[in-house]
């Protein structure tokens, strides 16, 4: 079993930034890869930013085209975090934000933290 906590979000107005954190625990050598989703009222969830495990291909990450450029995804293995960075947010951004783990065929979910882009 892998436990996801995150924490950093928030409302923020357009132009600015934000740090989410995602602090895994439990079983955490089983974990493949880790990542970003969110999900906007009455949208599916969508694919933020995924980084693969160091060791594999250290550090390998995707973004979705959406946030290219305007967010960063990062871990620091020694504190079991996965960082997202998000600069230059726009009202479009405004979402719950989900941390996710990939244990061999199970995926794993925190509780989500909510961001809000407006003036």
């Known amino acids: 079993q892998v436990q996801l906590v995150e924490s950093g979000g928030g409302l923020v107005q357009p132009g600015g930034s934000l740090r989410l954190s995602c602090a895994a625990s439990?079983?955490?050598?089983?974990?493949?890869?880790m990542g970003w989703y969110r999900q906007a009222p009455g949208k599916q969830r969508e694919l933020v930013a995924t980084i693969g495990r160091s060791g594999i291909r250290s550090d390998s990450t995707n973004y979705a085209d959406s946030v290219k450029g305007r967010f960063t995804i990062s871990r620091d293995n020694a504190k079991n975090t996965v960082y997202l960075q998000m600069n230059s947010l726009k009202p479009e951004d405004t979402a719950v934000y989900y941390c996710?783990?990939?244990?061999?065929?199970?995926?794993?979910w925190g509780q989500g933290t909510q961001v809000t882009v407006s003036s």
């Open positions: 439990g079983n955490i050598f089983t974990i493949y890869a």
């Open positions: 996710n783990a990939v244990s061999g065929l199970v995926n794993y």
